[in-house]
């Protein structure tokens, strides 16, 4: 995977925040590539809120868990409130990461779109949409680990303008940081000075 991750082609990285920009600093600097970031947001599931029923992105398009709001009965009318707070989020997030500097553009780029590790997909999933209705030229979507069930969405997402590079994909997966020695929380303060 190294050779094939060093060879790939690309104009420029973008992070997921928070983690996800800590890794795609790392891969930028390998590749010698510009950085930035794009915004998605989870929608928690109520009362469990790292459950992921979707996720929203910067122009407030969502891509739902279809079986999984089925399963707990949840409507998506009666997320609205959830969607626009985490909506409310995104924006908050782009005007303190980006700063007066704007974001780079994707038209007809190829973009390497990063996180730290890939449970759902839900955050990369609306993270490809958002690309895609933005005429990105090609997606490759890079993590360090990912659940089995995540990459088989993802690349089906991707179709013929991507590819996936994942360095582990285990059998058994619970969550991002079960693969990490050290997991802490990334702050605001901490992907402000790595864009910079």
Do not use: C
């Not at 690309?10 to 794009?38: F, H, N, S, T, Y």
């Not at 693969?179 to 802490?184: D, K, L, S, V």
């Amino acid at each position: 995977m190294a050779a094939r991750f060093e060879n790939t082609k690309a104009d420029l990285v973008l992070g997921i925040p928070r983690g996800g920009v800590v890794v795609a600093a790392v891969v930028a600097e390998k590749l010698k590539l510009p950085l930035d970031i794009i915004v998605t947001r989870k929608i928690g599931a109520p009362g469990q809120e790292e459950l992921a029923l979707g996720a929203v992105d910067s122009d407030g398009e969502v891509v739902w868990e279809e079986r999984l709001l089925e399963e707990l009965g949840v409507r998506i009318e009666d997320l609205k409130d959830k969607v626009a707070g985490e909506l409310a989020e995104i924006k908050r997030r782009e005007i303190l990461y980006q700063g007066n500097r704007g974001s780079l553009g994707i038209s007809g780029k190829i973009v390497m779109l990063v996180d730290d590790g890939i449970a759902t997909g839900a955050t990369v999933l609306a993270a490809i949409n958002f690309l895609k209705r933005h005429q990105a030229k090609r997606i490759v979507v890079v993590a360090p680990v990912a659940s089995k069930e995540a990459v088989v969405r993802i690349v089906r997402q991707l179709g013929e303008v991507g590819e996936v590079i994942v360095l582990e994909i285990p059998e058994s997966f619970a969550a991002v940081g079960q693969f990490y020695h050290q997991f802490e929380a990334v702050s605001d303060e901490e992907v402000v000075q790595i864009l910079s």
